[in-house]
């Protein structure tokens, strides 16, 4: 179908928790041009508020936006997250040994 968009995205549900992805499929068939500026504009104002909360000055009372410099491919593109892996101290120092170092100290160990 040539009117049919595939993506992914990633959704972290809470903070520190890894993120799920989901595979999106769009099918565009029938949707009018009124239909799409529709959701272009759930789209720019969502982005609007989402920067007018991260600034120090206030709302602003007007705002003219250019439609074309809303558009940016990039945030549909899906990032590789890994949760961060946190290590003991002592976990973290066995890590740094080579693998003759920990034999080593396995026989020590068993030995008693």
């Given at each position: 179908m040539i009117n049919t968009d595939v993506f992914s995205i990633l959704t972290q549900r809470k903070k520190g928790q890894s993120h799920h992805e989901?595979?999106?499929?769009?099918?565009?068939?029938?949707v009018t041009e009124q239909q799409l500026k529709i959701m272009a504009r759930a789209y720019i104002v969502h982005v609007l508020q989402s920067q007018w909360k991260h600034?120090?000055?206030?709302?602003?009372?007007?705002?003219?936006?250019?439609?074309t410099e809303?558009?940016?491919?990039e945030i549909?593109?899906?990032?590789?997250?890994?949760?961060?892996?946190?290590l003991s101290p002592l976990d973290e120092w066995i890590k740094q040994l080579d693998p003759a170092d920990v034999?080593?100290?396995l026989k020590q160990l068993q030995a008693g």
């Open positions: 989901t595979k999106v499929v769009i099918y565009w068939d029938g600034v120090e000055k206030t709302v602003p009372e007007h705002c003219k936006v250019q439609a809303m558009v940016h491919m549909f593109i899906p990032r590789e997250y890994k949760v961060k892996e946190k034999q080593g100290l």
